[in-house]
């Protein structure tokens, strides 16, 4: 376990969840998903095929991270290409709840409070995901200190 597995089961969880929202699959009637917003903007990144590759992948992150299955006991885990993609389709992904959020603003939306300060860390983390170079996995050391939204500029 560690930093390292809560850190990974995080972007997995969070990009099941955003992608569920924009693509969703058998939702529930109380299931909030994105055509209940009514927004006609473009805000969508993901082609056919990379929406494909990411709903095959998530079939992995629900046997590996969702539910308690045989598939642990039977297949390895994620590898280093896996854990890759993994953080190219959170990005992708981001930026996309990024888009539809501005979208959904410039539409007349409106943030209250609370929901004001998750936007503003959304926009926060996503920038700074996106300036900072990434580190192949084994090739450099691992940050000096963990991020913190509340010190990332805006």
Avoid at 32 to 42: E, R, T
Avoid at 94 to 110: P, T
């Amino acid at each position: 376990m560690g930093t390292a597995q809560i850190a990974h089961d995080v972007i997995r969880l969070k990009s099941r969840l955003i992608l569920d929202f924009f693509y969703p699959t058998n939702p529930q009637s109380d299931d909030m998903i994105v055509d209940d917003f009514k927004i006609s903007g473009s805000y969508t990144t993901l082609n056919s095929n990379e929406v494909q590759e990411l709903k095959q992948f998530v079939r992995r992150v629900n046997k590996w991270t969702i539910h308690l299955s045989w598939t642990r006991t039977e297949k390895p885990e994620y590898s280093k290409t896996d854990r890759e993609l993994m953080e190219k389709y959170a990005l992708d992904l981001l930026a996309m709840a990024s888009k539809f959020i501005e979208e959904c603003l410039s539409n007349g939306f409106q943030l209250g409070d609370l929901p004001n300060l998750y936007h503003d860390n959304l926009q926060r983390l996503h920038a700074h995901l996106i300036r900072t170079p990434r580190i192949e996995e084994g090739k450099g050391k691992r940050p000096a200190r963990q991020i913190c939204l509340e010190d990332l500029s805006p």
